[in-house]
């Protein structure tokens, strides 16, 4: 049968591999169903739903008063879902923006979705469809977009997008107000309760006129974008990552503060690496979770004695990305967003990451963007 296989395929016999057990392990996940062992199984689990976002109604509001942060599944993912919602159904929001990644088989963010367009809204959905694994669904959530009146995008050519943005624009007082959310993971209410990700909202004006120039870029309406507060890849994700790097080590060289932590699915970048090293050396203390491939190598003595790799395994999926540089002992750097260490994110993704704090990555030239980062002398 292997001969009459590799023949029929035009393969060579070292291209085959045999495996004692399963090849698609996935197949297995079905089981779970056929068998009574509530013995074998995590207990239930029932995410909290954060102060002030009980009333769905009231969320844009709530945002409208300032920055609400959420960590899922520990938190609920029911505010993201309301959030589109509400907006469908405002009569002063005027349009929706949203990259759409992946997604449930029964997604009510769509529902949402088609809902606004048919009620008059300017819907603007970014639909990746070279998602792995859900190149069908996204076709066909394509499709139900565009009967319902929603406009379709699919990116820039030869990107994917990879970045989790929403962007709500609302009447209000006579003027324009946006109001975004920012996350690390995909608008899937399923996933959202067995991965671990951050959603941020908010209607800070600075923040979302950067939402609103990302949209541009994925429309095809602004070729050479100029960010003030979001890092946004393949334009300057990966040069801005090993700026931060490089501050730590010129800080810890000065005698200065300094430390690194940051948590990623992947580390494979090799300039993000190298400098890694560089700061190790330089006497930066660094702390990193990587969930999947590290290609780092902790501990070496002399290149990497003050780096530290952890992975964790568990009930939930690690698939944050957070990362914190100690900023010479002023206010910490802190960024969320949707991008892993990798070639692929950093040149062949369109990824967003965002701050905590939009003072700490004001864009104040082309060549300094962090308003608090350190000098190098």
């Known amino acids: 049968e292997l001969d009459w296989l590799l023949a029929s395929t035009e393969l060579a016999p070292e291209n085959a591999f045999l495996t004692p057990g399963p090849v698609n392990m996935l197949r297995l996940a079905s089981l779970i169903d056929l068998v009574a062992r509530p013995d074998l199984l995590y207990p239930p689990f029932t995410p909290a739903l954060p102060a002030g976002c009980a009333d769905p109604a009231g969320l844009l509001e709530r945002i409208g008063r300032g920055d609400l942060l959420l960590h899922h599944p520990y938190e609920s993912f029911t505010p993201v879902v309301d959030f589109v919602r509400q907006a469908a159904n405002d009569a002063h929001v005027v349009a929706i923006k949203l990259t759409l990644y992946r997604t449930s088989g029964d997604s009510p963010i769509v529902e949402a979705l088609k809902e606004a367009a048919r009620n008059g809204k300017q819907v603007t959905v970014l639909v990746e469809l070279r998602a792995r694994f859900d190149e069908l669904n996204n076709i066909e959530w394509s499709r139900q977009l565009q009967e319902a009146g929603a406009h379709v995008v699919y990116g820039l050519h030869g990107l994917k997008t990879h970045c989790k943005a929403c962007l709500v ?25 067995i991965y671990t990700d951050f959603s941020l909202f908010t209607a800070d004006e600075e923040i ?39 501050a730590e080590a010129a800080a810890a060289r000065a005698g200065r503060p300094a430390g690194i932590f940051a948590k990623v699915n992947s580390l494979v970048d090799p300039d ?25 190598i902790p501990g070496v003595p002399g290149k990497s004695e003050r780096i530290r790799v952890r992975s964790f395994l568990g009930r939930f999926l690690e698939h944050s990305r957070l990362f914190r540089f100690v900023n010479g002992g002023a206010e910490p750097i802190l960024l969320m967003g949707s991008a892993d260490w990798m070639p692929r994110n950093f040149q062949r993704r369109v990824e967003c990451v ?20 350190p000098s190098s002398a």
């Not at 006579?174 to 690390?184: E, I, K, N, S, V």
């Not at 960010?227 to 931060?244: G, K, Q, T, W």
């Not at 890694?276 to 780092?296: F, M, N, T, W």
């Not at 704090?357 to 980062?373: A, G």
């Open 169 to 193: 624009v609302r009447q209000e007082h006579g003027a324009l107000r946006r109001y975004a959310h920012l996350g690390t993971g995909n608008y899937n209410p399923r996933t959202a309760r």
């Open 208 to 246: 979302t006129a950067d939402v609103g120039l990302l949209f541009n870029v994925l429309t095809g309406n602004l070729a050479a974008p100029r960010f003030r507060h979001l890092i946004v890849a393949p334009f300057d994700l990966s040069a801005r990552i090993i700026d931060l790097i490089e």
């Open 272 to 296: 993000v690496i190298r400098a890694l090293y560089e700061a190790s050396r330089a006497g930066v203390e660094i702390d990193l979770v990587v969930r999947g491939i590290c290609c780092l």
């Open 354 to 373: 965002f701050p905590l704090d939009r003072k700490s990555t004001r864009l104040n030239s082309s060549h300094e963007w962090i308003s608090r980062m």
